[in-house]
């Protein structure tokens, strides 16, 4: 299967071919025919599994063919849960779109809105936003969205979880009810199919790693340890297999602010990206690990929502998320576009709930590794397993520690998960 078989025209075909694919991705063979047939679609989708092109390339070969030389109003609105995400969308819409002359403009907030009110004053066709500010706009006035002929809603579930609802479905009630409408989401709850029913027309389905799975390319481990010697693992094992790219999950701002600190004391280049950072310091900070000038990100769950991040080896979960669903979000950082990943997660006897959750979710269980030197002093571990790497000492200090198989630990049964539990502790 080529790109050439879906049906783009030769101008996205160029731009494709300038992007170095040589295939289309899973999503990516299912979702563009549908689209460019005009049809609504409900696709379950992570991030790395080429979601984007898959909607930005019909998206564009659609505006394209017929043309509204009005250009006044938005006539495609994307809406996402993050600016990184949506400057990432419209970064996309820019690469694909290269040579065709359609406009487009991202809106978000926690950047002066005057600038956006230029830009849409002086007319685009594809207007990326997330919902805060598009409902800013259009409080004032400054956008018109009477002329959306097709509605995308990225990473709905990540909306859903924000709590954007109830901009969402003030903007979807003054869309045309006669557009087409895509929608993304890695997980299926209940309201996103509420939402998914209430909106989409006769909708192809998409699922392409399957429903609440991990991406199979991802090598997953839990690594049962203390919670006060979780930082000093951590680095130990940055320096160990010298890694040299790592996004690492923390649940709160401060909890990221204070482990890129002690890592930053450690001698490891790092730094951290959360709600409370502008805009400017967070997009600094992206490029600057893309870039390779850091190497250890700490971000949260709502920060790092998005990120595109090509062939990121490492992602480390210094906390687990207490929404098992971020799990598969997190993990779904490494793995990408076929490349293989590895999502490790430092567990404390505390967290076994949310482990439990997140296995059940995955209907897998995650092997563990207890590493010599750092044994959990506290049960919960529920059992050992082979560990997979050899002796050696850390690259920083002397500390000459090891990896040996660990001596079967206590199992603890952990305690259900209740409502109240899994709702979002910290915010980020
Ligand atoms: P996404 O799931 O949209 O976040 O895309 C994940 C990554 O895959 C991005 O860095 C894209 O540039 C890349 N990508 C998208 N489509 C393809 C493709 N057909 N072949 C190779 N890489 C791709």
């Not at 009110?117 to 207007?127: D, F, K």
């Not at 027309?201 to 006060?228: C, F, G, H, W």
């Not at 709160?252 to 001698?267: C, F, I, P, V």
Request: hydrophobic share 35%; glycine share 8%; charged share 20%.
């Amino acid at each position: 299967m080529t790109f050439e078989h879906l049906g783009l025209s030769t101008d996205l075909l160029r731009a494709v071919a300038l992007q170095g694919y040589t295939e289309p991705t899973p999503i990516q063979q299912q979702a563009i025919p549908a689209i460019l047939q005009g049809q609504d679609v409900f696709a379950s989708a992570q991030t790395g599994t080429g979601k984007t092109a898959g909607f930005t390339l019909p998206l564009l070969q659609l505006l394209n063919i017929n043309p509204n030389h009005k250009h006044r109003h938005p006539r495609a609105l994307i809406l996402t849960p993050t600016r990184e995400l949506a400057d990432q969308v419209n970064e996309s819409v820019k690469t694909y779109g290269k040579f065709l002359s359609l406009k487009t403009a991202v809106v978000y907030g926690g950047v002066s809105i005057g600038p956006q009110i230029q830009t849409l004053r002086r007319g685009v066709e594809i207007l990326v936003a997330t919902p805060g500010r598009l409902i800013d706009h259009l409080g004032q006035k400054t956008v018109d969205l009477s002329q959306v002929e097709i509605l995308v809603l990225d990473e709905c579930d990540r909306m859903l979880d924000m709590g954007f609802i109830r901009d969402i479905r003030r903007i979807l009630a003054i869309l045309p009810p006669s557009r087409q409408t895509l929608m993304f989401s890695a997980t299926f709850s209940g309201e996103i199919q509420k939402l998914a029913n209430t909106l989409l027309k006769s909708p192809t389905l998409i699922e392409v790693a399957s429903r609440n799975t991990a991406a199979s390319q991802v090598e997953q481990m839990v690594y049962p340890v203390d919670r006060s010697r979780k930082r000093e693992l951590l680095s130990y094992m940055i320096g160990f297999h010298n890694w040299k790219q790592v996004l690492v999950f923390t649940r709160t701002k401060h909890g990221a602010n204070r482990l890129a600190e002690q890592l930053a004391q450690d001698g490891l280049k790092t730094t951290a990206i959360h709600g409370n950072k502008s805009q400017a310091a967070r997009t600094r900070a992206l490029k600057d690990f893309k870039d390779g000038k850091v190497r250890v990100l700490v971000a949260t769950d709502v920060a790092s929502r998005g990120l595109d991040i090509d062939q990121l080896p490492h992602v480390v979960n210094f906390e687990l998320p207490n929404v098992p669903e971020d799990y598969v979000h997190r993990i779904g950082r490494t793995g990408r576009a076929g490349k293989e990943g590895r999502a490790i997660s430092l567990v404390c006897s505390d967290e076994y709930a949310f482990l439990k959750s997140i296995e059940q979710l995955l209907n897998q269980r995650i092997p563990q590794h207890v590493i010599a030197g750092y044994e959990p002093t506290s049960p919960g571990s529920r059992g050992t397993e082979q560990p997979q790497h050899q002796r050696a000492n850390p690259v920083r200090g002397n500390r000459n520690h090891s990896q040996k198989q660990a001596p079967p630990t206590q199992s603890k049964k952990p305690k259900p998960v209740g409502n109240r539990d899994r709702k979002r502790l910290h915010t980020a």
